[in-house]
């Protein structure tokens, strides 16, 4: 499939996940679709062999549809969007505090081990294959 026919398979999940939602405030819409993210992401790990615990996934992502709206009332009062280094410094620490607990049940249900065995069986640490992806180191 196409990364076109991604992007509006996207959206029209979006849309239908919402339209029904459409007489909520916004924050809530907003709040709507970081949750059906959730639901999508904690598919992911359904295959894996531990129980998947849904909290940590719904925490996650609907703290980030807090910070969403939270940035949206501070363009409203400010008038400004938030952005450059204050900016980066929100997000970096609402991520680094709000992904505890989605992180550590990706190592407790073996995710993560998992993707550093899949690294390891094709010769290649998860620090190479991150400098990789980064176009950072050649192939040897």
């Known amino acids: 499939m196409s990364e076109d026919m991604d992007v509006l398979m996207e959206k029209?999940?979006?849309?239908?996940?919402?339209t029904p939602l459409s007489f909520l405030p916004k924050p809530f819409r907003i709040l709507s679709i970081f949750a059906a993210s959730a639901l999508f992401h904690m598919?992911?790990?359904?295959?894996l062999p531990a129980t998947v615990c849904f909290m940590p996934y719904l925490t996650?992502?609907?703290s980030q549809g807090i910070g969403c709206s939270l940035e949206?009332?501070?363009r409203n009062i400010i008038g400004?969007?938030?952005?450059?280094?204050?900016?980066?410094?929100?997000?970096w620490s609402f991520m680094i505090i709000?992904?505890?607990?989605m992180v550590g049940e990706y190592y407790r249900v073996g995710w993560v081990g998992m993707m550093r065995g899949a690294l390891v069986?094709?010769?290649?640490?998860?620090?190479e294959g991150l400098a990789r992806w980064a176009g950072l180191a050649v192939k040897g």
């Open 72 to 74: 949206r009332y501070f």
């Open 43 to 47: 598919m992911i790990s359904i295959p």
């Open 12 to 18: 029209d999940i979006l849309v239908l996940w919402t």
């Open 80 to 91: 400004k969007r938030v952005g450059g280094w204050s900016g980066r410094i929100w997000l």
């Open 121 to 127: 069986q094709n010769g290649m640490s998860p620090a």
């Open 60 to 62: 996650f992502y609907i």
């Open 98 to 101: 709000s992904c505890g607990g």
